[in-house]
């Protein structure tokens, strides 16, 4: 097959992107879950959280960077 060896800087920012919302995800729902069951300490809720909005900022950052700036 005659795949290209490399992607470019684009593909390597939508593929980064996708698993940084994919973690945002998985993330969110690990929360909800100890929410719900009651398991949770606070300590390791508040650094779950805190990894979701860090993560948030991060496709935020992406996001913008493949969104080309428009002119009006």
Known sequence: MNAPSELNHEEVLRVKLE???????????????????????????K?????????????SRIEDELTPDIIA
């Not at 698993?19 to 809720?45: F, K, N, S």
């Not at 650094?47 to 496709?59: F, N, T």
């Open 19 to 45: 698993v940084l919302r994919r973690e945002h995800r998985d993330l969110d729902e690990a929360i909800a879950a100890m929410h719900d069951r009651g398991t949770g300490d606070e300590l390791a809720m």
């Open 47 to 59: 650094r779950l959280k805190k990894r979701k909005l860090s993560l948030k900022d991060a496709i």
